[in-house]
């Protein structure tokens, strides 16, 4: 007996011969991908997915996305930093805190803020420089502050040593004063500096006696007429007697006391400068 043809089938040979079950729905086409090497084009081995598609319960490789899936909103892929944020061990700055700060570069900066250590401190602070900057430690500011104020304070505190050698030999007082120093004076109010200088250049007096006072002439003593004092004591009395030089005195104190130094000058009248020396 032969069965009528299944609805929807032009072949009546094609008709389901085991009741007239519903025949499977068509399959979506799957989009060719390139054969492994050595296979005829159009067909998969068998048991292997389609190219570019991971096996049916398998994972892909570690730190891999699934073919086709973009990672979480929010999540960057593996291996890569969140966007904003600086790689692992990069030199962040100042305030990087796995950092710490140079002490050498700290102790420039202290040594700079202290008087006389200038040296140090520009050798500190130099030192501190080559172990500062990125990648290294921090206060490469406090380094470079420490050179630039020691620099400062080396010459500062050089000028001033010169200053005061410079014043300790030059500058003539009562206590230093020696006979045969040729002299500049200068007059402020009631005292008289002394500078020394050159006796074969232009200079205001020359030093003819120091010595020190009696008991006798401290009560005496008089600032008006102390001149008389040194004029006495002047070994050629020729040049007082012709009136082109006089005598005066330097003194300590109008006060005057025993043991006071007393210094005795020879100038001209006129307050023009000696050209040479007077004095053998």
Not at 10 to 36: F, I, L, R, S, V
Not at 161 to 187: F, H, K, L, R, Y
Request: net charge negative; hydrophobic share 30%.
């Amino acid at each position: 007996m032969t069965l009528p043809p299944y609805p929807g089938s032009e072949d009546p040979d094609k008709a389901d011969n085991q009741g007239g079950g519903t025949p499977p729905p068509d399959q979506p086409a799957q989009p060719p991908g390139p054969p492994p090497y050595g296979q005829p084009p159009g067909e998969q081995p068998s048991g292997q997915p389609p190219y570019g598609q991971q096996p049916y319960g398998q994972q892909p490789p570690y730190g891999q996305q699934p073919y086709g899936q973009q990672p979480p909103y929010g999540q960057q892929p593996y291996g890569q930093q969140p966007y904003g944020q600086q790689p692992y061990g990069a030199w962040q700055g100042a305030n990087d805190a796995a950092r710490g700060t140079s002490g050498v570069a700290i102790a420039a900066f202290v040594l700079a803020l202290t008087c006389c250590l200038g040296i140090p401190a520009i050798i500190c602070g130099i030192i501190g420089i080559k172990k500062t900057g990125p990648d290294r430690q921090k206060g490469r500011w406090m380094a470079v502050t420490g050179i630039v104020l020691g620099a400062i304070g080396t010459l500062i505190t050089a000028a001033v040593i010169i200053g005061v050698v410079w014043v300790s030999q030059n500058v003539i007082t009562p206590d230093n004063a020696e006979v045969g120093m040729c002299v500049d004076t200068d007059e402020d109010g009631d005292s008289i500096s002394m500078v020394k200088t050159g006796c074969s250049d232009d200079h205001d007096a020359e030093i003819f006696a120091v010595y020190e006072l009696t008991s006798a002439e401290a009560e005496e003593f008089d600032p008006d007429t102390s001149g008389g004092l040194c004029a006495t004591r002047l070994d050629d009395q020729s040049l007082t007697t012709g009136g082109d030089y006089e005598p005066y005195t330097v003194y300590e104190d109008d006060d005057a006391e025993e043991g006071d130094v007393i210094v005795c000058l020879i100038q001209r009248t006129d307050g023009n400068a000696l050209e040479e020396k007077l004095l053998d």
